[in-house]
């Protein structure tokens, strides 16, 4: 064990030694592509992503560090982003994308012109880019898990998924399916899409709760589970199990309801600041340094027992989050 950490230590050293040397990437431009920015995660995603970079581009660690998001979530006008970056003569592309493979034609072209792809949250399946990625179909699955322990009896679900046609909303449903076969005293009564979105969310619930027999809990994806709360109270159902997605209105409402009647539940998000990861890692692979070709990180979750440590340093109307440095970095591409 001493061994193993001695030698992932002296890996993040290796990785970090030639970080002081700035020359390498002070004149490089990296560029962020984002396909899709209407709701509270993405905009928290682009805020750290402008908080770390700038400050990156202050210390001429790199020349430019510029975010674009395409203004409707369609493939082919985020392909036609990425070949305007091309031409706008970036040195690396941090891609957060519409979809794993349909732009593989486009990030293609820019890895022949030499260009660094990185895809995050949102990966590409063309080998020639880097991805960092979480586990989201084990992101589905945990809820299950977290069900069957509060839940032995099992019950009807509803779930709520995310943005249609996304990577993203296939894998956590996959998962959230899986737990379902896995624990087969629960079942997924009715589905609705939330576009990761409150106000979607509650609209979408409030139009299939008519239709629902009683409800004991709801699967998520982020950015949803306020809604579907405001849903049932509106409805006059009463309130089933919720997971939520770490977003500041989830739970606040959450700590309201454990306060007045001990209410329980669990929340699981990937972290915003995951983007910092990926300018990070795209200066890395500039600076000429070995980076595996795939990353994972892994997702925030917050429990009944830490929900106020949480809350207390979530901004209003943001999201539970974790910002990457450099040194960060360096210990997920060593491993560590």
Not at 85 to 100: K, R, T
Not at 211 to 232: M, N, R, W
Not at 272 to 291: C, N, R, Y
């Amino acid at each position: 064990m001493i061994r193993k950490s001695l030698a992932c230590a002296a890996a993040v050293a290796a990785l970090l030694a030639a970080s002081t040397a700035f020359a390498d990437t002070k004149d490089k431009k990296i560029a962020l592509s984002n396909n899709y920015a209407g709701n509270s995660w993405r905009q928290a995603m682009l805020r750290s992503w402008d908080k770390v970079t700038k400050q990156a581009v202050a210390d001429g660690i790199v020349a430019a560090a510029d975010p674009f998001t395409t203004s409707e979530n369609q493939v082919t006008e985020q392909a036609a982003q990425i070949q305007n970056l091309i031409l706008q003569g970036y040195h690396a592309i941090v891609v957060n994308a519409a979809s794993p493979d349909a732009l593989n034609g486009a990030v293609k072209q820019a890895c022949d012109a030499g260009i660094i792809v990185v895809s995050f949250d949102g990966i590409v399946t063309e080998p020639c880019a880097w991805r960092i990625a979480v586990d989201f179909a084990k992101m589905g699955e945990v809820q299950l898990d977290y069900l069957n322990e509060k839940m032995k009896d099992g019950g009807n679900l509803l779930e709520i998924r995310g943005l249609a046609g996304v990577f993203v909303d296939d894998e956590i449903s996959k998962g959230i399916h899986r737990g379902a076969e896995k624990f087969p005293q629960f079942k997924i009564s009715g589905s609705v899409h939330g576009d990761w979105a409150q106000e979607v969310a509650q609209k979408a619930v409030s139009g299939i709760l008519p239709s629902l027999p009683e409800i004991k809990a709801v699967v998520t994806q982020g950015g949803d589970g306020y809604g579907a709360a405001q849903a049932f109270a509106a409805a006059g159902r009463p309130t089933p199990l919720i997971i939520m997605g770490n977003r500041q209105d989830e739970l606040q409402w959450w700590k309201e309801q454990k306060d007045a009647n001990g209410y329980e539940t669990m929340s699981v998000s990937i972290a915003p600041g995951v983007s910092t990861l990926a300018f990070w890692v795209a200066q890395m692979i500039l600076d000429g340094k070995e980076v595996p070709k795939d990353l994972t990180v892994p997702f925030l979750r917050i429990d009944q027992a830490n929900l106020e440590a949480n809350l207390a340093t979530t901004e209003k109307g943001g999201v539970a989050n974790v910002e990457y440095s450099m040194e960060d970095a360096a210990k997920v591409v060593a491993g560590k």
